[in-house]
């Protein structure tokens, strides 16, 4: 199975008139806030690019480093935690060490319990996003599990990410 992060090139849309858009790169201007990450050389497999799997790993790294300088996401003590329900991503351009990658975040769904965190990943300085993609945070207390209203403060910060 081939797991690298390679772009699909869009089919024509009269190949399958019934069937639904394929996803396509967006600018920055899309996002509401930016975070840096930093390749690795472990990062790049074989193919010499970025493994897909890393991609999912910048998602988290973004959103919540994001949340704890926010003041919001305490992940040793805080009372409410987010567990990832569901996740998704769309590969557009390869992305390598030792780049640079700007991710942009925004929210797309803010519910009572649960929030939909959308993410595009740019090379640095680069307008459109090289992959982007999506996850769902259920907020559950820590100890028991179950879910929870978005605490207030919370919910402050992720309303100002909304697009």
């Known amino acids: ?4 992060a390679t772009p699909t090139p869009n089919p024509s849309p009269t ?3 019934g069937a639904a858009a394929r996803p396509s790169p967006e600018p920055r201007s899309a996002y509401a806030a930016f975070r840096t990450i930093t390749t690795r050389w472990m990062d790049n497999d074989v193919y010499g690019h970025v493994n897909n799997v890393v991609y999912y790993s910048w998602f988290d ?9 926010q003041g919001v996401l305490d992940i040793h003590a805080g009372s409410t935690i987010g567990l990832v329900i569901e996740t998704q991503c769309n590969y557009f ?3 390598a060490f030792p780049q640079n990658i700007e991710a942009g ?12 965190y959308e993410v595009g990943l740019f090379a640095e300085g680069e307008d459109l996003c090289a992959a982007k ?3 769902v945070h259920v907020y559950v207390d820590r ?5 929870v209203p978005v605490p207030d403060s919370l919910r402050a910060v992720l309303t100002g990410l909304q697009r």
């Open 143 to 147: 100890e028991t599990r179950r879910p």
């Open 15 to 17: 190949a399958n008139p």
């Open 93 to 95: 351009a390869p992305l």
């Open 105 to 116: 975040i925004r929210v797309a769904r803010l519910g009572g319990s649960s929030v939909r």
């Open 133 to 135: 993609g999506h996850f």
């Open 1 to 4: 199975m081939n797991t690298e």
């Open 61 to 69: 790294t973004a959103v919540n480093a994001y949340l704890i300088e």
